[in-house]
């Protein structure tokens, strides 16, 4: 690392700019700069040649489509994107970490669940919907249970509605229908909600009750059903009925110290850029490595944004069910691409370029590092509940807002998100703790970033300082010492599932 520039690896020959670099500056002892070099984006370290490689985090990013001079800035229009890893030559278990940071703590203030179950952070009264026709008319119930309602019961949080665009109108029977309605029937059981999810159903759609919960919840103290009422306002009346009688009980729940094992946590990262895989991801990395020394679930996530390093993330699987689970993950994407006549390549997005990232390997690399190094201990397909705890690969689209929604549905209780451009994307159901790149994000958005990294690019911190800040922010949020800022702020995006299933 330098004033000018950083160089990951070794072997690597190109290295991103700290700062802005006009041309002619002097970058390093025998390297000037051709060009005006924005930041965060490569400068050549080396003549590279018309079909060489293009070598960052010691990883071929792509290969030159023409010659580049030592000094060039190197962009997005000069690299061919390399074939992605093979999956069915991967080796698994080959690289399993172990000596993991010490926490500094191993407890939070959690509310405990019941039958074995992830541990609260919040205390939200949730209403899930079976179809959207219910929207209209609950959405105004919400308003009244919020103003009515909810300051009777100073222990409850909030009032959360999973309302999406399913349930009728979709092929219910098609096979990849399975992932939406799992989703949903998750979020019944969401560890924010406390087991006390209303669940609002119109009665004619084709996503039944029956088909969305377990035979014992499906009862009249869980279900309004709007077809079985008479009007309006005897819906509206049952809807606030059933949500006093939910709140009482929710009102009921206290915190607890609970071991670290109770805590799920999921990490996520939008709007990146080229600091993203050099501060932000690493410390939510380190954080990561001592959440799941302390017994904690951790998943990350974002198919297309690990698809180029998958070998790497097969070497940390535990063993060989759980890397060809990853490997059959890995396929299926592939082929839901490639019936959409796309590939990968379609991820990055114009602030990804803007900012550095020239391509999907690139943006994979930096990606992978918010998963620390512990062991892979399982791998959930979309929306799935996991069955162990540790590191776990949950996959999902890179969609913000549909990854978001899936990591909700398998259990995570608040998400750890690392920006390099900036995004107030936030969810209702669980905190959101925001991570930023660069100095320059934090001086811009003082007020909707949690954490700052960029320190670790000017050489004013180190990976462990901002992680071990990062761990401390994550029990704080979790034990509802303090609120995120996107919390503070009430920043929700939308529940966006995930439906690769027919529309009819």
Request: with cysteine; proline share 6%; charged share 20%.
């Amino acid at each position: 690392m330098g004033n000018h520039y950083i160089k990951i690896n070794e072997n690597d020959n190109v290295a991103i700019t700290v700062n802005a670099i006009p041309a002619g500056t002097i970058v390093m002892e025998d390297i000037l700069a051709n060009h005006d070099i924005p930041q965060g984006h490569k400068i050549a370290l080396c003549n590279i040649g018309e079909g060489e490689p293009i070598i960052r985090y010691g990883v071929t990013l792509g290969y030159a489509l023409h010659c580049i001079n030592k000094g060039d800035w190197i962009n997005e229009h000069m690299l061919k994107l390399p074939i992605p890893p093979a999956l069915d030559e991967m080796e698994f278990a080959t690289n399993l970490v172990t000596d993991l940071p010490e926490p500094p703590v191993r407890t939070f203030m959690g509310y405990p669940n019941k039958n074995g179950a992830y541990a609260g952070t919040r205390n939200i009264l949730g209403i899930v919907t079976t179809v959207q026709c219910v929207t209209g008319v609950l959405n105004n119930a919400v308003k009244r249970i919020r103003q009515e309602l909810l300051p009777k019961y100073p222990n409850v949080d909030d009032v959360v509605v999973i309302n999406h665009a399913y349930g009728c109108g979709v092929a219910i029977n098609a096979p990849e229908s399975k992932i939406p309605i799992r989703m949903l029937q998750n979020m019944v059981k969401h560890p924010n909600f406390g087991g006390e999810t209303m669940i609002i159903s119109l009665g004619c759609e084709k996503l039944t009750l029956e088909m969305l919960l377990d035979a014992e919840y499906n009862t009249t103290d869980n279900v309004v059903t709007f077809q079985n009422e008479k009007g309006h306002d005897a819906i509206m009346a049952e809807m606030m009925k059933m949500a006093e009688n939910k709140l009482k009980k929710l009102n009921e729940r206290f915190r607890l110290e609970l071991p670290l094992s109770q805590l799920s946590i999921g990490l996520q990262c939008g709007g990146s850029d080229a600091f993203s895989g050099v501060t932000a991801n690493p410390s939510a990395g380190f954080a990561a490595d001592m959440l799941v020394n302390a017994g904690a679930t951790v998943m990350f996530s974002e198919v297309t944004e690990v698809r180029d390093g998958v070998h790497i993330i097969a070497e940390r699987c535990v063993n060989e069910e759980v890397g060809k689970k990853l490997a059959d993950e890995m396929k299926w994407y592939d082929q839901y691409l490639n019936n959409g006549q796309v590939d990968r390549s379609a991820n990055p997005t114009p602030g990804n370029k803007k900012g550095g990232l020239s391509n999907i390997v690139e943006k994979a690399m930096g990606s992978i590092a918010k998963s620390g190094s512990s062991p892979i201990v399982e791998v959930l397909s979309p929306g799935e509940r996991p069955a162990k705890k540790g590191m776990i690969f949950a996959a999902t689209p890179a969609s913000d807002f549909v990854c978001g929604s899936c990591q909700l549905s398998s259990g995570i209780t608040l998400q750890v998100f690392m920006t390099g451009r900036g995004t107030p994307y936030g969810l209702a159901t669980a905190p959101v703790i925001k991570v930023c790149s660069r100095n320059d994000m934090k001086d811009m958005w003082q007020d909707l970033i949690d954490v700052n990294a960029g320190p670790i690019a000017t050489g004013e911190a180190t990976i462990q300082e901002i992680g071990t800040q990062l761990f401390h922010e994550i029990i704080d949020v979790a034990s509802g010492r303090k609120q995120s800022l996107a919390e503070k702020y009430e920043i929700y995006n939308d529940f966006t599932l995930f439906n690769p299933a027919p529309i009819t």
